[in-house]
């Protein structure tokens, strides 16, 4: 009987052994079918310091910790080149492909998640990447509890780093403010005032409620100086967002102003040659990310002459075919460029369809930078508006100090003098054209970082950049620059109080108040045909 039962009982403890040692103990608990009881083992496994449970419980955030079904393994899905892989939940250890339905999910719900937020803080703490401490430290701001105090006062005073030891002050006082006594709360509430930030100020807001005597007296005065500075970094984030949308009217209204100055032209196709910039980004991303993979972070610097000689290209070629036999024809040119934009958008549906395209932003523009928190400047924007400036100075140079620019000034100021005396008016037309055309292209470039990349994407500029050409003085690049960072600045502080479309309404009407007033804009060109 003995001999017959062995075989059984080997097999029983071959099938036990087979979760790890390490595993079967500590992690057990979070197969548990009770959400109260998982919360008890993620306290104890933070409690614990063991930073093996550091994989487990992020996968379990992330939706990723399962259990494996033939053996009752924890495992942690990974996904790698389209495919799904098991690895050991605490050893890492590489177990296979995943196969389908082979394994069922750790649940999870919302106070769940905000415990594993908090013991994730706690275990990393003490990592030796200062950046992990620093994210540690905000993560658990609002939902450390008291017992969490001890570990991070022996965190904060054991740290070196002053961005995450200020951190650390934050969350401290935070903590403080709603678990620790009258006069620690009165001192949280005080050490509190130093950050403006809106998580420090729904804190106090919320405790507040139900604060007495002097300690409501203290998260008043608190309240009221982050309020303060919140109001000023408001300021300064709408002027920062209102600067960043100037940048795009410039990038999309500056070739604009060009042809517009030089040749008379009311280009209504002008928003397609900024969409032909973007989808040439798409299609130089797409041939990179093809041959060469390692290099997509670069696609975007290489879609900039790309797209400038594209739409530049494109732009000659409307000019020759089409544009220079309806010279003098405001009304005849108004409606022929407005046929071909509507052409250039079947024309690019055609070819890429009408869904979105998709262009991946490089590391360098992801993310942000956090000057407080009440102040973020996302690195797009900032790029953005380092490539108009770039962009603005060299078209100034090129204008201002080239032949090329003397001759384009000497057509603007007065044609029939220009071709007197030997100045090829009709050859600087063409290349006028191209070259805003080319401008159209890299503002296309920029925006396809912001906005969806579809065929309609010049549609969304085009009546923006006549407002900033007009508004700034028609062929002035000075005032097309003041025009834009003024239509964008004041389109940004209105938002708030009348809406996106209500705000773009009130400017159109004090931009046609303004012209009114002055007929020629801000900066008008001064010259004998002009003044004639």
């Not at 039962?5 to 097999?11: C, E, G, Q, R, V």
């Not at 007296?217 to 300064?236: N, T």
């Not at 078209?395 to 080239?402: D, S, V």
């Amino acid at each position: 009987m003995l001999r017959l039962i062995l075989p059984f009982l080997t097999l029983l403890l071959a099938c036990i052994t087979l979760q790890s040692p390490a595993q079967a103990g500590l992690l057990d608990g979070l197969t548990a079918k009770s959400f109260k009881a998982k919360i008890g083992t993620v306290e104890a496994l933070a409690a614990s310091g063991d930073p093996r449970v550091v994989a487990p419980l992020t996968a379990m955030l992330e939706g990723r910790l399962h259990i494996r079904k033939s053996d009752g393994i924890l495992v942690i899905i990974e996904k790698r080149d389209g495919k799904k892989f098991f690895s050991d939940a605490l050893s890492g250890e590489d177990l296979g492909v995943a196969k389908s339905r082979s394994s069922r999910k750790i649940r999870v719900n919302n106070r769940l998640r905000g415990v594993l937020r908090s013991a994730l803080g706690s275990l990393t703490l003490f990592s030796t990447d200062p950046t992990q401490r620093l994210k540690a430290a905000r993560a658990i701001f609002k939902t450390a509890g008291k017992d969490i105090l001890p570990t991070l006062t022996k965190a904060y005073l054991g740290e070196a780093d002053e961005y995450v030891r200020e951190a650390l002050a934050r969350t401290i006082a935070a903590t403080q403010l709603r678990h620790g006594s009258d006069g620690e709360k009165i001192a949280a509430s005080k050490t509190l005032t130093d950050f403006s930030d809106r998580e420090v100020r729904d804190l106090l807001a919320k405790v507040s409620l139900t604060a007495t005597g002097d300690l409501a007296k203290a998260i008043s005065i608190a309240a009221a100086s982050i309020d303060q500075r919140l109001a000023f970094f408001g300021i300064l984030q709408n002027l920062f967002q209102g600067v960043s949308l100037g940048s795009v009217l410039l990038l999309a209204a500056i070739g604009l102003a060009i042809t517009f100055g030089v040749m008379g032209v009311i280009n209504m196709a002008h928003g397609e040659m900024v969409m032909l910039g973007a989808y040439t980004t798409h299609v130089v991303q797409v041939i990179v990310l093809q041959y060469y993979p390692d290099a997509v972070s670069a696609s975007l610097l290489l879609s900039i002459p790309v797209a400038f000689l594209v739409a530049g290209l494109f732009g000659v070629f409307l000019e020759r075919s089409v544009i220079r036999y309806l010279y003098g024809r405001p009304l005849e040119t108004l409606l022929a460029t407005w046929g071909l934009s509507l052409m250039l958008q079947q024309f690019v549906r055609s070819i890429f369809g009408p869904t979105n395209r998709e262009v991946i932003a490089p590391s360098w523009m992801s993310g942000s930078i956090e000057i407080t928190g009440g102040l973020v400047l996302t690195n797009n924007r900032i790029c953005i508006i380092i490539f108009a400036v770039a962009v603005f100075l060299a078209l100034t140079l090129l204008i201002r100090y080239t032949d090329f620019g003397l001759r384009m000034r000497a057509v603007t100021q007065n044609r029939s003098m220009a071709n007197s005396v030997g100045i090829r008016s009709n050859w600087i037309d063409a290349m006028t054209f191209g070259l805003g055309s080319g401008v159209a292209g890299l503002a296309g470039v920029a925006l396809s970082q912001i906005d969806n990349v579809s065929p309609n994407l010049g549609q969304s500029y085009i009546i923006d950049s006549f407002l900033v050409v007009v508004f700034g003085g028609v062929g002035n690049l000075w005032g097309t620059l003041v025009g834009a960072l003024s239509l964008g600045v004041a389109n940004k502080f209105l938002e708030p109080y009348a809406g996106a479309v209500l705000a773009k309404i009130l400017i159109l009407v004090l931009v046609i108040l303004f012209i009114q007033k002055r007929p020629r804009g801000l900066f008008a060109l001064k010259g004998r045909a002009v003044e004639n």
